[in-house]
């Protein structure tokens, strides 16, 4: 398995979606830290202009989780829809190599790589403003570099984004559609952090769990019956 996930890295541009992803890290870590330095606060520590903005953790979560939910999404649509849609599956196919192991290989393959891009680039960003938090900052970090909880936070709301983008994975190689696995990732998006009334969907821990689920029994079958169905 692990021979054919460095294959899949060798068949790809992988040192472009380095650069990507570097670029994109930079631009959120420059992005926050002007967020972080230029929002005003008031006497008891809460922001003035805009009250929902609780610490930086937060704004750092949500921006990182929906860059990356909807770069890994683009990822296994490049890996795995496009190869059916332009048939170099079927080339894959031929070799005398389980199909399932092909597909899981692929999805693995995207999912190592976006998730150790997500941890480094969430540690680089926190780092980033927990070095410059000396100079005086508009809002509160809400995170402790030095705590062992905050590496596993992280990694677990790793494991959590990038594993989600099965379900954009499994929607589009359903309808044969790589625009669906980006229409796709940003609702589930949308969904994980939206606001209902007075309700609030991102702090709901049973819906990130659900989701979870979900996503896993998405990638389940996405690979079940690849054996029996033929090449789209």
Not at 56 to 62: E, G, N, R
Not at 89 to 109: D, E, N, V
Request: glycine fraction near 6%.
């Amino acid at each position: 398995m692990w021979k054919l996930i460095r294959l899949e890295w060798k068949k790809y541009p992988m040192k472009k979606y380095i650069i990507k992803q570097a670029v994109i890290i930079v631009v959120l870590g420059l992005l926050l830290f002007a967020m972080c330095f230029n929002v005003p606060i008031d006497e008891l520590g809460t922001s003035e202009s805009v009250p929902e903005l609780e610490n930086m953790a937060v704004q750092i979560d949500l921006l990182t989780n929906l860059v990356f939910l909807v770069f890994t999404s683009s990822m296994l649509s490049s890996f795995i829809i496009k190869a059916y849609n332009n048939k170099t599956q079927s080339l894959m196919f031929c070799y005398p190599i389980s199909r399932k192991k092909i597909i899981l290989s692929q999805m693995m393959a995207v999912w190592i790589f976006c998730a150790a891009a997500l941890f480094l680039g969430k540690l680089f960003i926190c780092l980033l403003l927990d070095l410059s938090s000396g100079v005086g900052t508009g809002l509160p970090l809400g995170y402790d570099v030095l705590s062992v909880n905050f590496y596993l936070q992280n990694i677990l709301k790793t494991v959590l984004t990038v594993t989600l983008a099965f379900i954009p994975l499994y929607i589009g190689k359903l309808m044969k559609s790589s625009r669906a696995v980006i229409i796709t990732s940003f609702l589930l998006f949308s969904v994980m952090n939206g606001n209902i009334g007075d309700l609030t969907l991102r702090a709901n821990m049973i819906l990130p769990v659900f989701l979870f689920g979900v996503s896993l029994i998405c990638g389940f079958l996405t690979v079940h019956n690849v054996e029996k169905e033929d090449v789209m």
